[in-house]
């Protein structure tokens, strides 16, 4: 069978560090109270003029050099955004051209802070069923400016970011010990289409808006289904959690990721953290997490790992790779 196989990953964060202290210059809040309540210390927001294709393209290019490949090769590019340059076309296109990959797929993929989860499955279904052989699945955001800035309890929460894998389709055995992607399980619930929003958009008001939170319900939900969509993966290809080597969740506050890995039963030490340094990347924060794993030396080929997110709609989901 064919199994979709990550042969790069890359990422790219802006240059401009911005720490808690900063923020509580502009805003009635401390690094205490952001740290106890997120885990998060600083993140990183892009330039005045550094668009979301802008990251994107800068992942793309150290995925495809750690793949050893050139864009020429390039013949899907599958990007998980909800801050894309413009409303149309899909930032994607923009990616497409500014990298100089060849004509191909290009299509950008809206599932907020589950948008990764989403694409990977977009993309290794065109891997899978023949449409391309080489694909870019990339997660790229610049929430800094989705957030209304004078709002505490959201502005803390959010960086920008970009981060891509390129995943390669080969010929498997079929087996559990395939490298690759071994499973997918994909969710969304619409009723809690209010917790968390943006209150503008092309159809509703005409203009871009601002993020929107009920803190309490996302945290709520977030811990049960990110869980059980981990445990749901294993269950498909018959493995436990005893056998999973590394959890990359989304990287949206630390004490979700903890609760999730103690409701789990996995060890800290298997559980990737970046949101300290990172913040809430959303769609780009789970190839961030995988490109420090890597840098890192934790994803040897052969180990299995799982990637968890949930974000708004609400729209959640969890695969299960084999590096
Ligand atoms: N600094 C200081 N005080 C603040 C801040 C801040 N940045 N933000 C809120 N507060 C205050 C509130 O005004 C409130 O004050 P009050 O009691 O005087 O009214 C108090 O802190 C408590 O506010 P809550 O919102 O109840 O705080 P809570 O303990 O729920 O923590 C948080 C808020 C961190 C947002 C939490 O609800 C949470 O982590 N939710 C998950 C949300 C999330 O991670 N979203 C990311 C997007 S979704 C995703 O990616 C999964």
Known sequence: MIRSLVAGVGAYLPARVVDNDELATR????DAWIRERTGITRR????????TSDLAVEAARRALERAGLA????????????????TF????????????????????????????????????????????????????????????????????????GAGALVLRAERQAGTLADRGLLATKLSADGRHYGDLYVDG???????????????????RHAVARLSDSVLAVLAETGLSVADLDLLVPHQANLR???????????????????????????????PLALDVAASEGRLLPGRLVAVNALG????????????
């Open 201 to 219: 958009g092309p159809s509703a008001t005409r203009t871009t808006g601002h993020l929107r939170m009920n803190g309490r319900e996302v945290f």
């Open 256 to 286: 979700i990721i903890e609760a999730v890995a103690k409701r789990l039963g996995l060890p800290p030490e298997r559980t990737v953290v970046t949101v300290d340094r990172h913040a809430n990347t959303s769609a780009a924060s789970i």
């Open 71 to 86: 864009p020429a090769s390039v013949e899907a590019i599958v990007l998980a955004t909800s801050t894309p340059d413009h």
């Open 89 to 160: 076309p899909a930032t994607a296109t923009a990616v497409q051209r500014k990298l100089g990959a060849p004509t191909g797929i290009a299509l950008d993929v809206q599932a907020v802070c589950a948008g990764f989860a989403y694409a990977l499955a977009v993309a290794d279904g065109f891997l899978r069923l023949g449409h391309a052989r080489t694909a870019l699945v990339i997660g790229a955001e610049t929430f800094s400016r989705l957030l209304d800035w004078t709002d505490r309890s959201t502005a803390v929460l959010f960086g920008d």
């Open 27 to 30: 805003l009635d809040t401390s």
């Open 44 to 51: 990183h927001i892009a330039a005045e003029d550094e668009l």
């Open 312 to 323: 708004g709609g609400f729209a959640w989901g969890a695969s299960l790779l084999r590096w």
